[in-house]
C-alpha cells in the first residue's frame, strides 16, 4: 500500500510539473506569434515612412494625407496600410489573442521641413493585464523581447513614464 502511495504521489507530481511546462510553452508560442504578427506592421510602418516622407514632413494638418486614404497620417491604421499594399490584403486586423495595434508616426526637430526628422511607434492597443506583476507576466515580456529580435520594447515597472528596447526610447504616451 504504501507503495502505491508514493507512485500516485510521483505520478501526481508529475502530472502538475509537466501541465506547468505545456502552459509556459504556449504562452511562449503566443508571444512569439505576437511579436512576429508586430514586426510585419512595423516593416508597413517603415515603408509607409519611406514613401510618404517628403509630405510628412512637411504636414502641418491631419487630412495631409486624405487624398491617399489616410484620415490622419499621423495615425495611419491597418485597413488603411492593407488599402495602399504595404500589407497584404490577409493581413489580420488583431493578432494572436485579440491583439490589437496602434502606430503613431512622430516628428522631431524643425517641423515642418526638410530637417524634421519622422520615426514609427507600433505599439499594442492595450496593456498586457498585470504583465510585470507576476511571474507568467515577467515570463511573457521576456518571450515577447527575446522574439522581436532587439525591435521590441516595453513599459516597465519604476519606469512607467518610457517606452523602450534595445533599440528605442520614447516618452509614454508617446506625443
Given at each position: 500500500?504504501?507503495?502505491?502511495?508514493?507512485?500516485?504521489?510521483?505520478?501526481?507530481?508529475?502530472?502538475?510539473?509537466?501541465?506547468?511546462?505545456?502552459?509556459?510553452?504556449?504562452?511562449?508560442?503566443?508571444?512569439?506569434?505576437?511579436?512576429?504578427?508586430?514586426s510585419s506592421i512595423r516593416l508597413a510602418a517603415f515603408a509607409y515612412?519611406?514613401?510618404?516622407?517628403?509630405?510628412?514632413r512637411a504636414a502641418s494638418g491631419a487630412a495631409?494625407?486624405?487624398?491617399?486614404?489616410?484620415?490622419d497620417w499621423a495615425r495611419p491604421r491597418l485597413a488603411e496600410l492593407k488599402a495602399a499594399g504595404l500589407l497584404s490584403a490577409g493581413f489580420p486586423e488583431s493578432g494572436v489573442r485579440g491583439l490589437g495595434a496602434t502606430i503613431r508616426i512622430m516628428r522631431s526637430g524643425?517641423?515642418?521641413?526638410?530637417?524634421?526628422?519622422?520615426e514609427?511607434?507600433?505599439?499594442?492597443?492595450?496593456?498586457?493585464?498585470?504583465?510585470?506583476?507576476?511571474s507568467s507576466g515577467v515570463q511573457l515580456v521576456a518571450q515577447w523581447l527575446l522574439a522581436a529580435q532587439g525591435q521590441g520594447?516595453?513599459?516597465?515597472?519604476?519606469?512607467?513614464?518610457?517606452?523602450?528596447?534595445?533599440?528605442?526610447?520614447?516618452?509614454?504616451?508617446?506625443?
Open positions: 500500500m504504501l507503495e502505491l502511495t508514493v507512485a500516485l504521489l510521483v505520478a501526481t507530481l508529475l502530472a502538475v510539473w509537466g501541465a506547468g511546462q505545456v502552459a509556459n510553452r504556449i504562452n511562449d508560442a503566443a508571444a512569439q506569434a505576437a511579436a512576429v504578427w508586430m515612412l519611406d514613401r510618404h516622407k517628403a509630405v510628412l495631409e494625407l486624405a487624398h491617399l486614404g489616410y484620415a524643425p517641423c515642418p521641413g526638410n530637417e524634421c526628422r519622422v514609427a511607434l507600433v505599439h499594442s492597443s492595450r496593456a498586457l493585464p498585470d504583465a510585470m506583476a507576476s520594447g516595453a513599459v516597465l515597472r519604476g519606469r512607467s513614464h518610457q517606452i523602450g528596447g534595445a533599440a528605442f526610447q520614447f516618452p509614454n504616451p508617446p506625443v
